[in-house]
Nanobody
């Protein structure tokens, strides 16, 4: 079983910053892709950013230039630095990891951008 522990969500004003973190543990032999998805209110879950074990990144167009994903392979952690936050970034953010061919999801952390 894979355990994912997320942290770092909260309430922030427009233009502010937040940093999300996710630590993976358990049966993670073969861990390759790590990343973040989000689900805005009343909408479907969508990709935010992913990063492979070799450091290749992929971002949603809506966050390019504002968000930065990084990972620490030694600690099996992934981080999402979110800058210049907008109200439309409000969502539940889910940590995602792929172990071999299996997808695993965190419980989600709320990010609210509001004045």
């Amino acid at each position: 079983q894979v355990q994912l522990v997320e942290s770092g969500g909260g309430l922030v004003q427009p233009g502010g910053s937040l940093r999300l973190s996710c630590a993976a543990s358990g049966s993670i032999f073969g861990l390759n892709v790590m990343g973040w998805y989000r689900q805005p209110p009343g909408a479907q879950r969508e990709l935010v950013a992913t990063i492979t074990s070799s450091g290749m990144t992929n971002y949603a167009d809506s966050v390019k230039g504002r968000f930065t994903i990084s990972r620490d392979n030694a600690k099996n952690t992934v981080h999402l630095q979110m800058n210049s936050l907008k109200p439309e970034d409000t969502a539940v953010y889910y940590c995602y990891v792929r172990v071999l061919r299996n997808s695993n999801w965190g419980q989600g952390t709320q990010v609210t951008v509001s004045s």
